[in-house]
């Protein structure tokens, strides 16, 4: 699609999806105010049309990529499935979820008293990184190295046994992870910073949408496709 400054905000967010994280980034309404030009959009926002530009663009790459990158990792063994995961996504999560952390408790001090809703975001976000850090821990020590072992030798009796209830654990605590994310993006109302909000207040709601989204892209990794490689090695 050829994005100009005329074209429709509610074009751009159907031809392009990945520019909706853009767009909710900065608040510009693709629903509703859909019919209104982009640089009408902008108005009053401090941005022009090609910084907005260059982010969908650059979104919309990281996207195609990660999804070419999916269908790559489909035709690959669980071994090298575990790797990738290892690699990128848990390496993300213990580089965000403390940074993320530090950035609650500063705006729950400032922000706390007049938003009370930050005390349940926090408990909720608490429980989402100490359930993902022993999730992470689990697959590192435990299932990983059985993946790795599995495409080197198939495991008899009750070793496949154990891994293939490992993997309906950690497809259970996928489940409780998934409940977390929607429950946090419920108390924030899909993460609309209120009135008067300060700029970490706004970088909170954005590092926290940016946690979720990477979140949902390693659990699908995880239980369509390395899960499901699992399984077909194992007949199951």
């Known amino acids: ?47 022009s049309v090609g910084d907005v530009l260059a982010e969908i663009e650059s979104a919309a790459s990281s996207v195609q990529a990660e999804d070419r990158l999916h269908e790559d990792w489909a035709q690959s063994d669980p071994a090298a499935l575990a790797d990738h995961v290892e690699a990128v996504h848990h390496s993300y999560l213990r580089e965000r979820l403390p940074s993320v952390g530090r950035k609650m408790a500063t705006v729950l001090s400032v922000h706390g008293e007049n938003h009370p809703e ?6 909720r976000f608490q429980r989402l990184r100490d359930d993902l850090e022993k999730h ?57 910073t209120p009135a008067g909000a300060c700029a970490t207040y706004g970088s909170l709601f954005q ?30």
């Open 1 to 47: 699609m050829d994005i100009t400054s005329d074209t429709r905000v509610g074009d751009i967010a159907t031809t392009v999806p990945a520019s909706i994280t853009v767009f909710e980034r900065y608040g510009v309404d693709f629903c509703c105010g859909g019919d209104t030009p982009l640089s009408e959009a902008l108005r009053g926002t401090g941005l």
């Open 118 to 123: 930050l005390f349940e975001l926090a408990r």
């Open 136 to 192: 992470l821990r689990t697959e590192e020590e435990v299932v990983f190295p059985a993946l790795r072992e599995l495409v080197r030798e198939e495991p008899k009796g009750s070793k496949r046994a154990a891994l293939l209830d490992w993997l309906r654990s950690l497809e259970n605590e996928h489940d409780d992870v998934g409940d977390m994310l929607k429950a946090m993006r419920g108390i924030t109302s899909s993460y609309q």
């Open 207 to 236: 590092d926290l949408q940016a946690l979720e989204a990477d979140i949902h892209r390693h659990v699908h990794l995880e239980n369509n496709v390395m899960f499901a490689a699992v399984r077909r090695l194992l007949g199951e």
